[in-house]
């Protein structure tokens, strides 16, 4: 069975009985507030999927994503309400009838049923917990074909069926996903058909693959569940790791063993997860953008500048880390605590010369006031002027004075 992040709270026990969770699930959608009038929907209009599951473990959110289904013309009718009750309608899969209509803080993706009845399209999904639906029609019970209510109350998560995931085999590596996000195990008949069915992960579109791996690195429980993901083989046609997994320590145990707060945790922990991972050469292979590529780039970079036994960095190369790492340096701290002490702290201080670097003086004053010309000599000595502020020294006109005068540079404007 696999290891559970306990830093997770444990799920609510949803009731058995199919009316009881039902209402449960009625009340608790009803209580966010519809971004649609009921009446507006068509009959056999069922609520399916993360909402369901969600509400069943007191996990939904004040605007949940809504996903619904109808018996057809799924891309009509997401237009048709974009027109009568505002927001903008969004085709999402022309050939299986599939479209979002966004209102405001709400998403609601709506989806033509696949098969004759709503009890034949839960079959078609992907694990148990995620094949549960409620019809809106008022007092309906819950619709559960598959078991997902007992899994949900025994503490698990299953799949509905091998050739399922085939369908889509990005659902292979959703099981990770889902475990991350809710803190539930994949039962051990699931994780040996994750195992067998590998490598067929890579037929899903890289895109899609990479926001998979995105929802499950900014999840609580990331650690464990890339650890999951890379022992079944899922992720070896892009595994880059940066050092061994067996000298990693989880990384959110350790943003809360160096203080860091909700912010910062929410913006370094993905970004150290997939870089502990993911080389920007794999984030290209899955159509990651350039900026992400970029980021993860440089913090690989700087992380391996720092890896014990390659000695302090110079002058020069703290301020280009600063530089390069303005924004991400926490996830740096992630990487390498020890090589970091006292990082954090500083960083914090927006007015820190040296992890908030700026220009010491302005280009044009050091022209009109010392007489130089654009070109190669008046950014060395920006530059220089710029590590002299870094590091707390003077770095003003007479600091620019005594540059040019050590270089030989000739003043006209003196």
Known sequence: MAAVNRSIPPPLRPPLDPGIAGEQVRQTVAARGWPLPLEALPAETALVGGAVRDALLGRLGPTPDLDLVVPGGAIALSRRLASAHGGHAVVLDADRDM?????????????????????????????????????????????????????????????????????????????????????????????A????????????????????????????????????????????PWLDPLESASAAIPLARRARELGLVAGESTQALPLARLAGCFGAGSLARLRGSRRLQQRVGRLRHWARALAPGDGALGERDQLQLCRDLEADLPALVLLRPQATVGWLQRWRRPDDPLFHPRAALDGRVLQQRLGLSPGPVLGQLLEALALERAFGRPADLAAARRWCDAAGVRRSGE
């Open 99 to 191: 479209a979002r209509l966004v209102r405001g803080p709400w998403t609601i993706d709506f989806a033509a049923r696949c098969g004759p009845d709503l009890t034949s399209d839960l079959r078609r999904r992907d694990y148990r917990i995620n094949a549960m639906a409620l019809p809106l029609a008022a007092g309906a019970p819950l619709e559960d074909p598959c078991g997902g209510l007992v899994d949900l109350a025994e503490g698990r998560l299953g799949a509905v069926g091998e050739g399922n995931l085939l369908d889509d085999p990005l659902r292979l590596l959703r099981g990770p996903r889902l475990m991350a996000e809710l803190g539930l195990p994949l039962e051990a008949t699931t994780l």
């Open 193 to 236: 058909l994750l195992r067998r069915h590998a490598g067929a992960l890579p037929a899903a579109a890289p895109e899609r693959v990479l926001a998979e791996l995105e929802k499950l690195t900014a999840a609580e429980g990331g650690d464990e569940a890339l650890e999951l993901a890379a022992a079944l083989g899922l992720l070896a």
